[in-house]
């Protein structure tokens, strides 16, 4: 099986579960970044504030080619 886990972190919670999770199933991790740093707690209402007004955001990579991949799990801030 090829798989990867592609994932967003805020705090690192997000990542070592992503980090686990592919070593548990022997898939590639691959990590999405937000090119706005967000820090702090005001970051949180500021995201809110975006996502309710409908923002983009950049983020890194801008693609993923999953064409080769059986497998993709996605994780992201709860």
Same mark, same amino acid.
């Given at each position: 099986?090829?798989?990867?886990?592609?994932?967003?972190?805020?705090?690192?919670?997000?990542?070592?579960?992503?980090?686990?999770?592919?070593?548990?199933?022997?898939?590639?991790?691959? %990590?999405?970044?937000?090119?706005?740093?967000?820090?702090?707690?005001?970051?949180?209402?500021?995201?809110?504030?975006?996502?309710?007004?409908?923002?983009?955001?950049?983020? %890194?990579?801008?693609?993923?080619?999953?064409?080769?991949?059986?497998?993709?799990?996605?994780?992201?801030?709860?």
């Amino acid at each position: 099986m090829t798989g990867v886990v592609a994932y967003y972190s805020r705090t690192g919670k997000t990542r070592f579960v992503a980090q686990q999770l592919a070593k548990a199933l022997g898939c590639r991790v691959l %990590e999405i970044s937000d090119l706005k740093k967000r820090i702090g707690w005001i970051a949180c209402l500021r995201v809110a504030r975006d996502a309710r007004g409908k923002k983009r955001t950049e983020i %890194e990579p801008k693609t993923i080619d999953t064409t080769g991949y059986n497998l993709i799990c996605l994780g992201t801030p709860v």
